[in-house]
């Protein structure tokens, strides 16, 4: 995740390493060419950057200017930094290049290359740049992990604090688009006057916020109120992208981590997260944990089941809604089941 990166990027910074190749790519470009501007910043001498300073882009550029560049000693300076955006463009004789200095770079020369790396692509190029660079990949989180992305964003970025129902808002208004959210929350940051973003202020200030969002939802079927949520189903399967399978896929995820909850606690599922490489979802813990009191073990075991169910009949053709409404329909009437036992 791009969080991820960014924190990467944070302590190359602070340990002075700023020498070599660096190759930043993903698909999330706002975030991902913010934070090479961020890396030259910071591999620059202020004094004097305008003498030290090439930036490319990779649709323009010739091979004789990269090369010539790249040649250039720094000026009065400790470093000389080359930025090259959009590598995914370069010809192919660019592309050999900078392949050629990778593994003799100079000591004082600082050399930045994004890129997106097309969809299924083995080109070598980008194999050699990841090989022979420093390399850190700036990608679209999962639905799952959107709160959390913004949990962090907001005060490492601009200083606010976001409450996790405010994160979730947000999430189901804009979606996994990282540069929109950023755009959102840059707007939200000035509006927030006690340093802090809610959901009223979502309200008033974004579009599209809706109704119900999924991370709500599945919150509502974790707590067991299966007719909240089969009332909320119409509005949250017209939100855009929303399907039966996705939601089941973060349904399953979800009552995985309830399980672990209800054998360990709060404190096992924090531990569990840390170790699986998902500190994103620890915001979720305090309600895991409170979710975890009103179930058991074998409780946990039926409604995974009775999920796997449900998933197999949305990839055999049963409708969205149909699949989703057993589902909710079957675990209220086990719920009241176990309760009259």
Known sequence: MSLSADQRLTRIIESGSLSGAFFLHGESSRLRDEAARRLADAALDPQTRDFNFDVFRGGEVTPEAIASSLAMPPVMAPRRVVLLYDAERLTPTSCSVVES????????????????????????????????????EWKSPRDAEIPGWLLERAPEKFGVAITPAAAQALAGAV????????????????????????????TALVPNVREVNRWQWIDDVADRRYTEALRQLPALLAAPGESAVGLLIALVEHHLL???????????????????????????????????????????????????????????GASDRECLEQLLLGLEVEQRRRDCA
């Open 101 to 136: 200095v990778l593994d003799k770079l100079p000591d004082d020369i600082t050399l930045i290359v994004t890129a997106t790396i097309p969809d299924r692509s083995k080109k070598a190029f980008y194999r050699r740049l990841k090989e022979g660079a420093t390399a850190m």
């Open 258 to 316: 309830l399980g672990i909850a209800v054998e360990g606690g709060a404190g096992l599922v924090g531990r569990t997260l840390d170790r699986i490489g998902k500190p994103y979802l620890k915001f979720k813990t305090r309600t895991l944990g409170a979710q975890a009191r009103g179930w058991t073990v074998a409780g946990i075991d039926s409604a995974l089941r009775a999920m796997l169910e449900a998933d197999r009949r949305a990839k055999t």
């Open 175 to 202: 979606g996994a688009d990282l540069g929109l959210l950023e755009a959102e929350l840059e707007k939200l940051a000035g509006a927030a006057t006690d340093g802090s973003i809610g959901v009223e202020l979502i």
